[in-house]
């Protein structure tokens, strides 16, 4: 892990404001065509929702990729089960 992947994950699990997004607080960006202001702790940027939908297919890879190791070691799988709580 690199110094910055430490300061940036470290920070985060502190809830600690980010030097890489001090010198950004404050000032307006646009996403998903809304308006946002920036934070130190990166939390406006995380939120924000991006034109696209590269985050659902990122998050739907991963969760294939998972899926299909827990296949591979046996173990039964429903992706995304519905109904569990009722």
């Known amino acids: 892990m ?5 300061g940036y994950v470290s920070g985060t ?13 404050g000032r307006e960006f646009r996403a ?3 308006s946002h ?3 130190a702790h990166g939390y406006s940027l995380g939120r924000a929702v991006m034109q696209g939908g590269s985050w ?9 990729a998972v899926r ?3 296949a591979m070691c046996g173990v ?4 995304e089960p ?4 009722r």
Do not use: I, T, W
Request: hydrophobic content about 50%.
């Open 2 to 6: 690199s110094n910055m992947e430490f």
């Open 13 to 25: 699990y502190l809830a600690l404001p980010l030097p890489m997004f001090q010198q950004l607080a």
């Open 32 to 34: 998903g065509g809304k």
């Open 37 to 39: 202001v920036m934070d």
């Open 56 to 64: 659902v297919a990122r998050h739907n890879v991963l969760l294939r």
């Open 68 to 70: 299909d190791a827990l």
């Open 76 to 79: 039964k799988v429903q992706l």
């Open 82 to 85: 519905r109904g569990l709580f």
